[in-house]
C-alpha cells in the first residue's frame, strides 16, 4: 500500500460517511497545495542567490 493510500484509508477511517472518490480528491488537493507551497519557498530563496 502507497503512503497516498495510506492517507485516503486513514481519512475514511476518520470521516465514514465519506466516499472512496471524495477522499481521494480531498487528499489530491492537499498533496497539490504543499507542492505549491514548496515550490514558492524554493523559488524565494533562488531569486534572492547571486
Not at 1 to 14: G, H, N, S, Y
Not at 25 to 43: G, L, P
Amino acid at each position: 500500500m502507497t503512503a497516498f493510500d495510506t492517507k485516503v484509508e486513514e481519512l475514511i477511517a476518520k470521516h465514514p460517511h465519506l466516499t472512496k472518490d471524495e477522499a481521494i480528491k480531498i487528499v489530491t488537493e492537499k498533496n497539490n497545495r504543499k507542492k505549491q507551497k514548496r515550490n514558492a519557498r524554493s523559488n524565494k530563496g533562488s531569486v534572492n542567490k547571486g
